[in-house]
């Protein structure tokens, strides 16, 4: 294992866990693959998810100087590490100590290792009062009047477009614990494909390869392999549509998105007209507006392209009085990440539009990083 900056790290030690304890190695798991050691999953008191994160900052986040240790040791982090499958193991389960201690989860970064994932979600959505209320709210299983989403669904639809069959992509894959799968592929030499995180009508699938980005990947908890396969090249063909997805699939909630804006924009002036105090009471207008918002980002999330309406949400009630914890809980509760990446990218938003609101207006109170 090649323990980033050992002077900066925990030591490492021998684990005393018996091998067979710590699940076998897949086959087709590679030692040489680079990885992120992250900070793991957890809950808050009020049961919200926190998403595993970095324990870094990038070097260009970082806020020192090229020259100086914290800025070295922020760009060793960020060039990853190799480990052997027990080690790995031991890292995630906490008998070796990796920058402190306690248990980590493992993110593995594409492009550091010449691949792209294609990151396949899944996305569940109860039916109400006879009818299908496309707001997902996590994985739901034999439940009447449930519709679930699945990209991997997707991605069978678009080989049969092309002529081919999702047969053709059989490649080491890793299940996710919503259900979800990560295909790994080698990029393709004559077509390398980029990130792209943006659903589309009929696209349920989020492509992973550009800088800093990363996959959660096993031994992390949850995350095991499905088909332990060799990884496979990415064909030409599926790189030539991925490059090109957004001419092959349309936006989603066109109609729907523009009468929410109307209202919304509509209350938004009623609101600055006349009535400017915090009082959310049922029926007030300033609850009515708040209410307006939130559906926005809800049918926003239904397209699964909500960022620019949760930062937009955010500055709104920020401008209003919110702190910033509550404005995170009923954007975050609205929003409705299906992935640990996507409740990252929500919170990294709302973070941002707060943050942009107090740098304008010299307001207090902005969350530290």
Known sequence: MDIVAQDHLSSTTTSTQPAASRGQQPVHWNPHWLHYVLAPKTYGNDGVPIPRRPLISSPANCGAPEDSDKYRLSATYWAGTSFAWDEAADVVSGAIPFMGHGRRDFGLPPQLNGLVVLDCDVKTYYGR??????????????????????????????????????????????????????????????????????????????????????????????????????????????????????????????????????????????VTLQERDLALGHGSLIGQWVAANLQLIRIANDSGCWNLTIYQVTKDLARFGWDYDSVETVVLAAAQPWSDREERNAIATIRSGFKNLARNSGRRGAPRD
């Open 129 to 270: 009062n006879g009818g299908l209320d496309r707001t997902p709210y996590g994985p739901v299983y034999g439940t009447i009047g449930v519709h679930r989403r699945r990209g991997i669904d997707d991605l069978a639809t678009l080989c049969h477009t092309l002529g081919h069959d999702l047969s053709e992509l059989a490649t080491y894959t890793v299940a996710t614990p919503s259900g979800g799968l990560h295909l790994y592929f080698h990029q393709s030499l004559d077509t390398p494909v980029d990130t792209t995180s943006h659903h589309r009508e009929g696209w349920l699938i989020d492509v992973i390869a550009s800088e800093n980005n990363w996959v959660a990947a096993p031994p992390t908890p949850g995350y095991r392999v499905a088909r332990d396969y060799p990884v496979a090249t990415m064909p030409d063909w599926l790189a030539e549509a991925l490059v090109g997805i957004n001419d092959l699939y349309r936006p989603m909630g066109g109609k729907k998105r523009s009468a929410a804006d109307d209202r919304l924009r509509e209350m938004r002036q009623q």
